[in-house]
């Protein structure tokens, strides 16, 4: 697997699984009727923010990562990143690849923490991952998140250190 700059030529490739996830609204913040122009511009960041995909041997995009300043001014040291891992190729060590990614990247960029703002608590693989990588539940918002089958559940905010 390679981890390499995102291009626009590989928002066709990304939207499928994109689309899917979002739409089903069990893990991200993004209102589930996102449509494709909106979506790929509030994913495909401009520098100094990145976006990368992880492609396997054939250039097949298996999954995707965004990385960005969570924050500005007095906290502009804390980092953020988002992860995409199409379904069809989940379990497969994508989301580590990606997650492990973005960690070395706010590294090498001077972060000093790296923030998730609202990992919903019913989202268990993607709480497990973090962890094993790192990183700690600071505090979850009680009824956060509304998941479309399991109601109200909490929503975590998750750091670790860099």
């Not at 689309?19 to 996102?34: K, Q």
Request: aromatic share 12%.
């Amino acid at each position: 697997m390679l981890i390499r700059e995102a291009t626009t030529g590989d928002w066709s490739a990304i939207w499928p699984f994109f689309h899917e996830i979002v739409a089903a609204g069990e893990t991200f913040t993004y209102p589930t009727d996102l449509g494709r122009d909106e979506a790929r511009d509030w994913w495909l960041l401009s520098a100094p923010s990145r976006t990368v995909v992880a492609v396997d041997d054939s250039g097949a995009v298996l999954g995707t990562a965004k990385m960005n300043r969570n924050h500005m001014g007095n906290a502009s040291h804390v980092a953020s990143a988002s992860y995409m891992v199409d379904p069809a190729y989940a379990g497969r060590g994508v989301g580590r690849a990606l997650c492990a990614y973005t960690l070395e990247w706010a590294r090498a960029e001077g972060y000093r923490v790296m923030q998730f703002n609202a990992v919903a608590a019913t989202n268990e693989r993607a709480v497990g991952l973090y962890r094993s990588l790192g990183f700690e539940v600071m505090g979850t918002l009680p009824e956060g998140f509304r998941h479309p089958a399991k109601g109200y559940v909490g929503l975590h905010v998750m750091y670790r250190t860099l």
